[in-house]
Each structure stands twice: as structure tokens, then as C-alpha cells.
């Protein structure tokens, strides 16, 4: 991987994000026009026609552009739907970003939705194509293929079952703490170490509190040339870095890996700090907003992001290291925890948050002074997976 | 009534058999519905066996490449219009040149008595006899409580390697009504079981009576009786006295009843020692045979005896789930897509022989096979890795509680195979506070679901026996 990367060539300067939840009476129609109204709101003197191409993430709430053209009656323009598992909100605002930075486009606009909570199932399901029957992701769920991970890092480190099971409940924990804070947010109430550690069992040790909720949601940016930032804001969030790894799927199928990383993540990782020359991302790094699908994905992400030791993350978030007031917050909006995953949606909303951190407007959420903010998604299971990670900051440099 | 009479070419070179390994003691089934209970139970197929899947556990015990004819004989055949005995023959085409398409298979489907049927056609021909058979029975009945799953396949070939020879064999018929079925119902209905024991009593007489004359055996060391009819077996037993007692032996398992049976014998006979076989449906069909020298290093590795005295009990609500005949209610997640037909065939060796690839350049070993190598990426330069009879050992694990299952919760384990190779794969026949990581497995081929009429049959893993 060898990426160049676009370094404050392109920035962010308005967003629109609409409460994450159950929305029984909104369509994905409603929801976009919704996130992108609120986005045009915040730049006055830029009207839906200014916008001269979008890109479109929706893992299932529609198949092309004609998903977001038509609710929003679009002066043809050209919309691309993408999709890339649970990085599709991500990938929709990696491709815009692109765009800009080209020289095609002076204005465009990312927009995420997805509308889960029409289908009448229970978590996210899949729409394969006609296969053989013999994947385990055909009936494996994706609580369970993460769930893979818990009893492999305790083998892999000594660790005692029990501490592992409260560094799990304490990411849940946290990150309801933090979700209650978020007007926006799916859940807004704190829950109880107690009521966590003690919920119903979804897959291995996984209980309810250690999943993502199932929600509706749509999140939208407009992205435009880094030297035009300031006609629209005086305080643009400025793209250091974007990275997209999809792995080959040979740990799957490898015995020397052990379920306790994510090689694609430590890959995109690498590749997003050299982009923004980052050496020390413990310390350079003000804010992460990571794929906390569950628990222990977040638990591993502290190590494959480097942001703890290998073996130390579950010390590390005992500790409080990645609490709101701990030395680097991870997940302050709540996060998938307690956002829920509207997969089109969640790479835009992890956005959104820093978007607000970075304005001073995440009210009782704020941090003091950030300057730089990580994203990252995670799309697939352990073993295969694709996995994004961007770098945005307030200041050129 | 008619007769037939011919002696068989070929020689039994080899048998094996399969037993489920759950049991449904006869204890719950007196505390649901009342009735009388006692010890022991009856032995059940779980969830994600039938009869295709039973009988490719007991063939490929037996077949070391894939046979030239391959009869396969149940009354409980997995589908009708579609041939059962071709996923016997591709789950036995596991060989290094692939899967390939030489060779007969055929099912032989409908009343127990194609069991023998499957015998003597293999005896007649040379090949694999294959009988399995899941036996189902209205809540309460004497099938449920009585009956049992089972298989037993048997190969016949050059008379020289034969562990036992058939030296006689005489089949009678006759249309009478003692048990049967009309297709689509689940079980079977009976006469008053002392009409059958009248019809069946001169029937059983005067076949085994030829057929002993045919061998010119005075008395038989050991006699194996098969009849769906329970009161047959009690009461025609001292028509033919053997010299050896009969082991005990599970309930009535149809088609494959009369394999079991016979099996148990070659469990334990010795060298000269005779068997006759009256295998008594819709007629009887009585073979004597001769046990050779060679069956002191011909015997299965696990006899009947010890596969019957294993096993793992299953509520019996459980077991009504498994049969459908308690209609629970199902999850609130999408049921798995159809195996696609396209597919399906594409990758025969892999999902019916479990055979995956290697690359010869770096020896990384990919389940499902790929083509280009994910160790070195050499592209095309892969040989087949057949893995349906491997061990390996659990690299993590978990038990999935939201995943549709028709018995759920799903336990799904990462294996690393033995020789290299790994795959996540189902666990079959444990429970979840069952596993641990560096637990041993061995392959077992089952059934994952049925979506659209289509059985979705792979592989799963299961603990290996004796090292629980």
C-alpha cells in the first residue's frame, strides 16, 4: 500500500446527522431528506443545486442512485451508490473526498442511510449471492463470529475470563455513559455494570449489552476544496488521512492467527498515520470513534490501532484510558453502543461527532482543545474483513 | 408365494455401521406422556442427520476409494425424484484425482426390505451395500419408543479378501397387511400385530429352512432375526435356535435393522462360524453365510456393542422439535438461503467430500479450495487436499444463541486440521459448555438445514470418540 493520500486538500464544512433509533414512522426517504436538510441548513447561501455530485452509502435501502436522487428530486446529477459491509458510510465519504480532491468537483456531498428496522429481524442480515451453502457466514451471526475473539485473547494472554468479561462490560459501560449524553443517540441512558454483565446471552459470552442495537439513521457531509473551506465555515474539519484495506482472507484459513487482531485494521492503521504523519498516535490523537459492533471488537481495535499495548488494551480500558475524561477518549458520541448501526449511516455519524467536537458544539460530550479525531470502521468478521480509517483534524498541518 | 435361488459371486470384504449418538431415554418419554418407562432408551438421529447423512458415516468407514456400484437402501429416503445414493457416491469421491463419475449408485427405497435387497445386490454385483434408515413414530407409539436409527454399509468384492462368504440364500414373498405407509405421512400404521406373527411365521419357517439345506449347516452358530413386526422377533427366535446368543441390539431401524444386526455377528464371530440371516418383510429373506480367517483383521473398529453403549441423552422435546412434530416457535432472524444448484455442483469435491487445496509451491492448504494461493500467490498451481476423514483441534469457539438453527444454539469452532487447514465449521452432537479451546474433532457429513425443499448437506465436527 502505497497511497499518497490527499492531506488538507479537502474539507468538511457542514454535516447533518438525524437521531439515531427505532424510526417506525420514517422511511430511508424521510431520513435522507432529513440528514441533508439539516447539512444545507448550517451553510446558508448553499442550496441543493450547488452540490454538483453525491455519493450514496446504503447496504440494503436501495441499490443506486436513484435512492437519494429521486426522495430529493435531484437536477440529474450524478449520484454513485456504494457499498463495502459496514464501512459503507465510510466508503461513501472516502470516494467524495476523492472526488474533490481530483479537480472534478468544486462541491459534493457524501450521504449515508439505512432503514434496519423495516425488515422484522433481529440484527443485521445478509444478502448473498446463491452460493453453496457451506460458508459459516451463511447462518454464523455476526455477534458470534466476533464472539470468536473472546475466549482466543484470553488464551492468547493469560488473561483470567473474568477480567476479560469486565473489560468487555466496562466498554459497554462507557460507551452507554457517553450515548447518554447524546441528544442523537439510540440509547440515552447510562446502564449499570451490573445490568450488563448479568444480560441475556446472544453468542459465546456476549450478552445484550455487549452488542450494538439495530437502528435507522442517515448521516451527510459536504466536502469541498480545502482552499474554498472558509466560504462556507469559519471553522472547516479538514481529511489528513483515508485508508481502506479489504484483507485477502487468509487468516480465516491460517493457523498461525490467533483471533485476537484484525490484520486489515493494523494495515489501514499504518497506512492513515504515514498519510498524516503521525508517529505517536497515543498521544497525537485527541478523539477516536471506532467500530464497537461489540465489545471486544473495541477491546482489540485499542490494540490494532495502537492505541495500547498488545495484551494491555483490557488493563488499559479497566483503567479508564478511553473515557471521556481518560487520556484518549474513544467513542465520546456513545458509538455503536449506543447509536445502534444503520450501516450507510454509522461512518458519517462517527464523523458527525468530531465535526461537533472540533466546533466546540458536543455539549456536555466536549472535549478541551482537540485537534485531530480518528474514524474507524470495520466491515465483514474476523479472519476477512474490510476496515477504513480516516484522520481528520481542526487545523491545516 | 415364490421362490429365488442363487448363490452370490462375490465375497463380504468389509462392513461398518453407525450409530447416532443421542439417545431418548424411555424414562422421558413415561414422564411426558405416561406409559411404561425402565432403563435404557432409544437411540436417535439428531437434528442434522437422515438417512443420507447416517449412511455416508457408516460407508466411509468401509470404503477406502469409492466403489463401483453403490446400492443404498432406507425407508426414510431424503428425497424422492432425486437420487440419495449420488451424495453417498460423491461424499466417497475423495480420492487425488477428484471427484470423478465412474460407477452405479442407485436407491433402493421403500419397505425395510430393501435392506436386504441392498445386500444381495451387492453381493450379486460387487459394490457397496449402504443401509440407513431414521425411524419415526407418532408421540407415544410403540415405532417412537421401540424403533432406532442407525446405519450399516457392507462391501462385496473378490471372494479371496473376503472377511465372510454368503453360501446360501433363498427369499419367499407374499402380500399380506402388517405395516405400512402411504408417501408424505411420517409414520407408519400396523395391523394387529398377531395377523402379521401368522403370515410371517410359515414365511420365516420355510425360508430358513432352505436355505440352511442350500449351505448344508445343521445348526447355526449365530442367527440374525430383522422383522418390523415386534412380535415376530419375540416369538419366532425359537424357531431356528443359534448356538451363540444375539448381543443386544437397539430397536427396530428399518432398512438398516437387518445390517445392524448382521453387523453385530461379524463384531463378534469367530473364523468357520455360520450365520444365518432372516430378514423377515413382506416375506423373508434368508441368507447363510461363512465367516472366513480373515475376519480376525475384517472387524469395524468400533463394534455395535460399544457404539450402543455410548451416547448423550435429548430431552425429549427436543426430540419432537428435531422430527417436526413440535412446532416451536422460530427465531426472529431470516432462515439460510437455499444451496444454489449451480454452486452446489461446481464445488462437489468440497462441499460433499470435503476436499480442499494446497499449493505446491508453498503447501498453504485453503478451505473451500481458491485458486490463487493466499501463502505465496501463485495462481493455478494447487493440488486437491481431501480432509473428510481428518482430526483436528479447536483454535476458538463460540455458541451462537441468535442464529437460525433447527437446534439451537449453533456451536460453531475454528478447526486446524491435522496436515494443515482451517475452517470455521459447526460442532456437531456437544453442548456448549462442552467446549474448550485445544479440543480434538474429527469430520462427520450432516445435514446444516433444509430451506425450499433443498437439504442443504456439509460437513460439521464433532468431539472425537474416546478423547471426550
Not at chain 1, 475466549?151 to 473489560?167: F, K, L, S, W
Not at chain 1, 485494521?265 to 499504518?270: H, L, N, T
Not at chain 2, 455395535?304 to 427465531?331: F, I
Not at chain 2, 462441499?351 to 494446497?358: L, P, Q
Request: charged share 20%.
Amino acid at each position: 500500500m502505497s497511497t499518497k493520500g490527499i492531506k488538507d486538500r479537502v474539507a468538511i464544512v457542514a454535516m447533518g446527522c438525524t437521531r439515531f433509533g427505532e424510526h417506525w414512522s420514517a422511511s430511508a426517504d424521510d431520513l435522507l431528506i432529513d440528514a441533508v436538510g439539516e447539512c444545507l441548513a448550517a451553510v446558508p447561501g448553499t442550496d441543493l443545486a450547488d452540490v454538483e455530485a453525491f455519493w450514496l452509502g446504503t447496504l440494503g435501502s436501495g441499490q443506486s442512485g436513484l435512492t437519494l436522487s429521486r426522495p430529493l428530486a435531484l437536477d440529474y446529477r450524478p449520484v454513485t451508490r456504494v457499498e463495502n459491509y459496514c464501512a459503507t458510510g465510510s466508503e461513501a465519504f472516502r470516494n467524495a473526498c476523492y472526488a474533490v480532491a481530483s479537480g472534478a468537483y468544486d462541491r459534493v456531498m457524501a450521504v449515508g442511510v439505512e432503514k434496519l428496522k423495516d425488515s422484522g429481524f433481529s440484527g443485521l442480515t445478509r444478502m448473498d449471492p446463491p452460493g453453496d451453502g457451506t460458508a459459516p457466514e451463511n447462518t454464523l451471526t455476526a455477534p458470534a463470529a466476533f464472539s470468536l475473539l473472546d475466549p482466543a485473547y484470553c488464551a492468547r494472554y493469560g488473561v483470567d475470563p473474568a477480567d476479560m468479561r469486565d473489560a468487555m462490560t466496562h466498554v459497554a459501560w462507557k460507551n452507554h455513559a457517553n450515548g447518554a449524553l447524546n441528544p442523537k443517540a439510540q440509547f440515552r441512558s447510562a446502564v449499570s455494570k451490573e445490568k450488563i454483565a448479568a444480560a441475556p446471552l446472544v453468542a459465546g459470552r456476549l450478552g445484550v449489552f455487549d452488542c450494538s442495537g439495530v437502528s435507522d439513521g442517515a448521516a451527510c457531509a459536504l466536502i469541498v476544496r480545502a482552499e474554498d473551506a472558509h466560504l462556507y465555515t469559519d471553522r472547516p474539519v479538514l481529511v489528513k488521512a483515508l485508508s481502506l484495506t479489504a484483507g485477502p482472507g487468509r487468516a480465516a484459513m491460517d493457523a498461525d492467527f490467533d483471533y485476537t487482531t484484525f490484520p486489515e485494521v493494523v494495515r489501514s492503521a499504518r497506512d492513515a498515520y504515514r498519510q498524516a504523519g503521525i508517529t505517536d498516535p497515543r498521544t497525537e490523537i485527541s478523539l477516536a470513534e471506532v467500530h464497537d459492533c461489540f465489545t471486544p471488537t473495541e477491546l482489540v481495535l485499542m490494540e490494532d490501532l495502537g492505541f495500547a499495548e498488545r495484551g494491555e488494551a483490557w488493563r488499559d480500558i479497566l483503567d479508564g484510558a478511553f473515557e471521556l475524561g481518560g487520556r484518549l477518549p474513544v467513542n465520546p458520541d456513545g458509538g455503536l453502543k449506543s447509536f445502534g448501526h444503520p450501516v450507510g449511516a454509522s461512518g458519517l455519524r462517527m464523523l458527525y461527532e468530531c465535526w461537533l467536537q472540533f466546533r466546540g458544539e458536543a455539549g456536555q460530550r466536549q472535549l478541551s482543545d482537540p485537534r485531530l479525531a480518528l474514524t474507524h470502521n470495520l466491515g465483514g468478521r474476523p479472519g476477512a474483513c474490510v476496515s477504513f480509517v480516516s484522520l481528520v483534524g481542526a487545523e491545516p498541518g | 408365494m415364490t421362490h429365488i435361488r442363487r448363490a452370490a459371486p462375490k465375497g463380504l470384504v468389509a462392513y461398518a455401521t453407525h450409530l447416532p449418538r443421542h439417545r431418548l431415554r424411555h424414562a422421558d418419554l413415561a414422564a411426558a406422556l405416561g406409559g411404561r418407562g425402565g432403563p435404557g432408551g432409544r437411540v436417535a438421529a439428531s437434528f442434522d442427520e437422515d438417512s443420507t447423512t447416517l449412511g455416508i458415516e457408516a460407508a466411509r468407514r468401509v470404503a477406502g476409494a469409492r466403489p463401483e456400484a453403490i446400492y443404498f437402501a432406507t425407508t426414510s429416503p431424503a428425497y424422492l425424484d432425486k437420487t440419495n445414493a449420488a451424495a453417498v457416491h460423491a461424499a466417497l469421491g475423495q480420492g487425488a484425482d477428484g471427484p470423478g463419475i465412474d460407477g452405479f449408485a442407485v436407491d433402493l427405497a421403500g419397505s425395510a426390505r430393501c435392506g436386504a435387497g441392498a445386500l444381495l445386490a451387492a453381493a450379486a454385483t460387487g459394490g457397496l451395500a449402504v443401509l440407513a434408515d431414521v425411524r419415526t413414530g407418532l408421540p407415544g407409539s410403540a415405532d417412537e419408543r421401540d424403533g432406532a436409527d442407525g446405519a450399516a454399509a457392507f462391501l462385496f468384492g473378490d471372494p479371496g479378501h473376503a472377511i465372510a462368504e454368503i453360501v446360501a440364500r433363498v427369499s419367499v414373498t407374499a402380500e399380506f397387511l402388517d405395516r405400512w405407509r402411504v408417501p408424505g405421512e411420517s409414520a407408519a400404521r400396523r395391523w394387529e400385530e398377531r395377523f402379521g406373527l401368522e403370515s410371517y411365521l410359515p414365511l420365516i419357517t420355510e425360508a430358513g429352512r432352505r436355505a440352511l439345506k442350500e449351505a448344508a449347516v445343521g445348526a447355526p452358530d449365530h442367527v440374525v432375526l430383522s422383522s418390523p413386526n415386534p412380535l415376530v422377533i419375540r416369538r419366532a427366535a425359537g424357531l431356528f435356535p443359534a448356538r451363540v446368543p444375539a448381543g443386544r441390539m437397539p430397536g427396530h431401524a428399518g432398512a438398516a435393522d437387518v445390517g445392524l444386526g448382521l453387523a453385530d455377528v461379524l463384531d463378534r464371530a469367530a473364523p468357520g462360524e455360520t450365520v444365518l440371516v432372516l430378514a423377515a418383510v413382506d416375506g423373508c429373506d434368508a441368507l447363510v453365510l461363512r465367516v472366513t480367517d480373515r475376519i480376525e483383521h475384517g472387524r469395524q473398529a468400533r463394534p455395535v456393542s460399544a457404539q450402543l453403549a455410548a451416547g448423550r441423552a435429548v430431552p425429549y422435546a427436543t426430540y419432537l422439535t428435531w422430527r417436526g412434530l413440535l412446532d416451536r416457535e422460530p427465531p426472529r432472524r431470516p432462515e439460510p438461503e437455499l444451496p444454489a444448484g449451480p454452486p452446489s455442483a461446481r464445488s462437489q469435491a468440497w462441499k460433499f467430500a470435503f476436499t480442499g487445496s494446497r499449493c505446491r509451491g508453498c503447501g498453504f492448504v485453503h478451505l473451500p479450495p481458491a485458486r490463487v494461493c493466499k501463502g505465496c500467490g501463485a495462481v493455478d498451481e494447487m493440488e486437491l487436499h481431501p480432509l473428510s476423514g481428518a482430526r483436528g483441534t479447536v483454535a476458538t469457539f463460540t455458541a451462537d444463541r441468535l442464529a437460525y438453527s433447527p437446534s439451537p444454539p449453533l456451536i460453531d469452532v475454528v478447526v486446524d486440521f491435522d496436515g494443515g487447514g482451517r475452517y470455521t465449521m459447526e460442532l456437531a452432537d456437544a453442548a456448549p459448555d462442552e467446549v474448550t479451546i485445544g479440543m480434538r474433532v474429527e469430520t462427520t457429513f450432516r445435514r446444516l438445514h433444509t430451506t425450499g425443499g433443498v437439504h442443504n448437506y456439509f460437513w460439521k465436527v464433532r468431539p472425537v470418540e474416546g478423547e471426550r
